[in-house]
């Protein structure tokens, strides 16, 4: 009984504070429609305790919580994954940014973008040929 209702108050928690970070627009709706689930199915296994005592027999495991356990660590695995590709993405695109960005200060500075066609000529240390 007491897993039901850690379940249960667990997965309102989580529903409450989605909702809450989603409404100060901290959290983007894809992970929060994740997170959302995860509360969903979290109400519906503390409602069904025996649906997953059943499970764990059939698959072998003791106790029913620590099924549980084990997919919420599976699970969590796959996040942090999941999070750590999209990271690394992330980071790429900064690095490009950044990189586009000197770039443009460089032809800024040597006055290419501005369409004066003698600027920027010169030697290679940006001193001009006008004398």
Request: glycine share 8%.
């Amino acid at each position: 009984m007491r897993l039901n209702i850690t379940l249960l108050v667990a997965a309102l928690l989580l529903l409450a504070f989605i909702v809450e970070v989603v409404r100060r627009r901290r959290l983007s709706e894809s992970y929060a429609l994740l997170w959302i689930s995860v509360a969903v199915v979290g109400v519906v296994l503390g409602l069904t305790r025996p649906l997953i005592d059943r499970v764990s027999t059939a698959l072998g495991v003791s106790y029913g919580s620590n099924l549980v356990f084990a997919v919420a660590c599976l699970f969590l695995l796959v996040v942090a994954v999941n999070l750590s590709v999209h990271v690394s993405r992330l980071e790429g695109k900064v690095e490009r940014l950044a990189q586009e960005l000197a770039l443009r200060d460089v032809a800024l500075d040597r006055g290419v973008v501005t369409g004066d066609p003698t600027a920027g000529v010169g030697d290679q240390h940006g001193e001009s040929t006008d004398e």
